[in-house]
């Protein structure tokens, strides 16, 4: 079964999307600076100036959704998870979404999603898709943005050659991934036969080119003494003008 359409990792993205710091990460001691990937992949990549379209590939539960929609007058987000896209879908319309945190073994704790004040949940579309077989008639988009995709998808250089008409010129692509090739997702043929980033400059070529790549750590809770620390490779570039 697909990991991301069980009940266990919807709640876990709901967590990690919109859980308050506090009730991600009670320890002092831990690594706070992780904390909000799924807002940061928007605010530290993109200048967040008034935007037209804007894409978001892989949306999981939304939060990167709906932090564009601040800024941009339309987003649209796709995600291959029926469950994923259901809990965006019902925070869209409700702005709240109880879900449940396991602490450990049969114990869990109720906590409630809440939609961010910024956010314009009226200018978001969610749908379910295959990123690597988009429908024709999506169009092109300002900014298009894929947080944590590319290594989970089965063949990603599809995704890679459909980029450069999904982004219109001068528009920015924000990919960011923590490389994690695992055979489960990706079939090793299909990994990069190098770094990460450098496959990327080739294979976004000539339509792209890098304006900037960073680190951005992120923070999954599992249970309430288990955590995921990774430090995922950001990189943001621009559609160049031909
Ligand atoms: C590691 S999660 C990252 C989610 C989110 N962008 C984030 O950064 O928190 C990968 C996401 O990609 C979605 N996904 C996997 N294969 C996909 C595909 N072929 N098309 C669209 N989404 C896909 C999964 O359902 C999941 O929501």
């Known amino acids: 079964m697909n990991p991301y359409e069980t009940q266990k990792l919807r709640d876990e993205y709901l967590l990690f999307h919109f859980g308050t710091a506090a009730e991600v990460l009670p320890y002092p001691e831990g690594p706070a600076e ?39 007058e339309s987003v649209t987000a796709i995600d291959f998870s029926g469950t994923f896209i259901n809990a965006a879908r019902e925070l869209q319309s409700q702005g709240a979404l109880d879900y ?28 379910t898709g295959d990123a690597t077989d988009l429908r024709p008639d999506l169009g092109s988009f300002d900014i298009v943005h894929a947080a944590n995709l590319i290594c989970r998808l089965p063949e990603p250089a599809k995704l890679l050659k459909r980029l ?47 304006t900037r790549s960073l680190n951005m750590p992120f923070l999954i809770r599992e249970t309430a003494r288990k955590f995921q620390w990774t430090v995922a490779e950001a990189s943001v570039w621009t559609r160049c003008k031909s």
């Open 164 to 210: 450069p008409n999904l982004v219109n010129q001068g528009g920015t692509l924000v990919i960011t991934t923590p490389c994690t090739w695992l055979g489960e997702f990706t079939p090793p043929e299909h990994w990069p036969n190098g770094p990460t980033l450098q496959w990327l400059k080739e294979s976004l070529a000539p339509a792209f080119t890098l």
């Open 34 to 72: 992780a904390l909000g990937f799924a807002v940061r992949t928007v605010t530290e990549t993109l200048p967040q100036a008034p935007a037209a379209r804007a894409l978001d590939l892989g949306c999981a539960v939304g939060r990167s959704a709906f932090e564009l929609s601040a800024f941009c």
């Open 100 to 127: 449940l945190r396991l602490e450990e073994g049969a114990v869990s704790t109720p906590l409630v999603a809440r939609l961010p004040a910024t956010a314009r949940p009226d200018r978001v579309q969610f749908e």
